[in-house]
């Protein structure tokens, strides 16, 4: 497989931290080598808190500042939010043309998201978020065939947003994967980033500590001290 040199980047997901913790490392790698990135954040991440006194609003906002500071910590150019409830993300056609209008309006060489065929896993015991189902399905779909075909939401090309061909998405699955980031040089820079969304951990420490173990059994894989694993779909 040929190595990868991303120029413009597309992340999305359902929640604010989900990219952060899949791949924030490889969009801080390829920021420091001259990429412009940018990701998309489907819901408002109005649900994730177990604090009884936080309105949905106000988690909304927290979460929404908290994505920001990790976007500016990795170098990421924008942070573009829909506004979905969290928890009620489908893979419909209003969020396919979300992200297909951003697809066209960035023109991104790589798309990163969650693989949607990620269901659950008995071993480790835990079932998918619904939500980052939705936003991988619908990031696929968006990517192939909505965002390249003129055809596709006409409305688009009447703003002017001309059809873009994506060249090669990135899943995040923790089962299985083909490709591998090298991100030893940036592993501190993803940590702080992720250690932003304060508002989501009940032990930051551990969860930090956890993600870092999990990228360093990756990096064992490459015989270098950090990693982030993809499955890597070149689109022909
Ligand atoms: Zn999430």
């Known amino acids: 497989m040929q190595a990868l040199q991303p120029k413009v980047i597309l992340g999305v997901a359902a929640h604010p931290d989900d990219l952060d913790f899949g791949m924030s490392g490889s969009i801080a790698r390829w ?13 408002n991440g109005n649900k994730g808190s177990e604090d009884r006194t936080l309105k949905p609003k106000q988690l909304r906002e927290i979460r929404r500042q908290e994505q920001r500071a990790a976007a500016k910590i990795l ?10 409830n969290d928890g009620e993300l489908d893979c ?20 990163m998201t969650m693989d949607p065929t990620m269901v659950y896993d008995a071993p480790r015991g835990f079932i ?14 968006a990517v192939y065939p909505l965002a390249r075909d003129h055809l596709a939401f006409p409305e688009l090309l009447k703003k002017g947003l001309e059809p873009h061909k994506v060249g090669t998405v990135l899943l995040v699955n923790f089962d299985h994967s083909n490709f591998a980031v090298d991100i030893s040089e940036v592993i501190e820079t993803k940590l702080r980033a992720l250690g932003a969304h ?9 969860t930090l500590d956890l993600v870092r173990d999990i ?14 694993e993809f499955v890597r779909i070149d689109i022909q």
């Open 198 to 206: 304060e508002s989501q951990f009940a032990h930051k420490q551990q």
């Open 92 to 111: 419909c056609k209003p969020v396919k043309n979300d992200i297909a209008k951003i697809i066209r309006q960035i023109k991104p060489d790589v798309v």
């Open 215 to 228: 990228n360093k059994q990756s990096g064992s894989k490459l015989k270098v001290a950090y990693a982030e």
């Open 128 to 141: 998918n978020h619904p939500d980052h189902r939705a936003a991988g399905q619908a990031t696929l779909d």
């Open 31 to 43: 920021v420091n080598e001259g990429a412009t990135a940018y990701y998309l954040i489907l819901t």
């Open 75 to 84: 170098g990421v150019s924008e942070v573009f939010f829909c506004d979905y």
